[in-house]
C-alpha cells in the first residue's frame, strides 16, 4: 500500500480527504497525518503566495521525513481590496485573532464599497518522490454586507457563491464540497493520484 502524508494539524480536513481516499482508494493508499510520523513541530509558512506556502509545507515534511506528501493553502482574494487577504486569511485581524475578529475587519474594510467581488482559492502541492505538481480550485461570489448562517468556518458567513442566493454559512456541506475551491483541488489531487497508482 502507498503512504502519502497530509500535512496538516487541521483534524477536520484529514478526516475529510481519508474518507474521499478510502472509499476511491481503498487498500491501495493510505493517508498518514503529522501524528503518524511524529512530526510534532510547527511547519515553517513564510511564503507571500499560497503556492510558496503549499509548496514549503510539503517540501519541508518530504525533505525532512522523507515521505511523499501534500500540503494545502487557501485564502480568500476580495477584488476591490487588491487580493487581501489572501495568504494572509487566517491572521488577518493579527496573530491569534478568531473568524469573528477576521469577518468584522473584512465587513469594516468594504464598508460602503460597491465591489463586492471576492473569491476563495486553493492551491495544494503534492511532492512524489521529490517532484512537485500543483492543483488549484477557486469559487467565485460576492461578499456580503452582514453575516448570514452559522455552518462552516473562517468567512463562511459572510462569503456567497456565485449562482446562490445563500451565504457559505447557510449551505448544505455536501453542496459546499461540491462547489468549494477546497472541493475543487482535492478533486483534481485524487484524479491525479488515480492516473498513478
Ligand atoms: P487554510 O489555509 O485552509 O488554513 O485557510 C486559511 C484561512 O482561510 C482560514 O483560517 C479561514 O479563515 C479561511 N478559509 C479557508 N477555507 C475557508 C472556507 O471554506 N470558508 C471560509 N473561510 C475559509
Redesign the pocket.
Known amino acids: 500500500m502507498k503512504q502519502l502524508v497530509f500535512a496538516?494539524n487541521?483534524k477536520h480536513?484529514l478526516s475529510e480527504i481519508r474518507n474521499l481516499v478510502e472509499s476511491e482508494f481503498s487498500g491501495t493508499i493510505k493517508i498518514l497525518s503529522l501524528k503518524d510520523i511524529s512530526c510534532f513541530e510547527e511547519i515553517p509558512e513564510t511564503g507571500n503566495t499560497?503556492e510558496a506556502?503549499a509548496s514549503e509545507k510539503a517540501f519541508y515534511v518530504f525533505n525532512k521525513y522523507g515521505y511523499n506528501c501534500f500540503a494545502?493553502?487557501?485564502?480568500?482574494e476580495i477584488e476591490t481590496l487588491d487580493g487581501r487577504?489572501g495568504v494572509y486569511?487566517?491572521?488577518?485581524a493579527g496573530e491569534n485573532c478568531s473568524?469573528e475578529d477576521?469577518m468584522n475587519k473584512a465587513l469594516k474594510e468594504l464598508d460602503g464599497i460597491k465591489n463586492r467581488n471576492a473569491k476563495?482559492r486553493?492551491v495544494i502541492s503534492l511532492i512524489i518522490d521529490g517532484k512537485e505538481t500543483q492543483f488549484e480550485g477557486s469559487v467565485s461570489g460576492k461578499m456580503l454586507n452582514d453575516k448570514k448562517g452559522t455552518e462552516?468556518?473562517?468567512?463562511?458567513p459572510i462569503?456567497q457563491a456565485d449562482g446562490f442566493e445563500i451565504s457559505?454559512a447557510e449551505m448544505e456541506i455536501n453542496v459546499?464540497n461540491r462547489i468549494?475551491?477546497?472541493g475543487i483541488a482535492t478533486r483534481k489531487l485524487l484524479n491525479h493520484l488515480k492516473d498513478l497508482i
Open positions: 496538516t487541521n480536513k499560497l506556502n494545502d493553502d487557501t485564502g480568500l487577504p486569511s487566517a491572521r488577518y473568524f477576521n476563495f486553493t462552516g468556518f473562517g468567512y463562511d462569503f457559505f459546499k468549494s475551491h477546497r
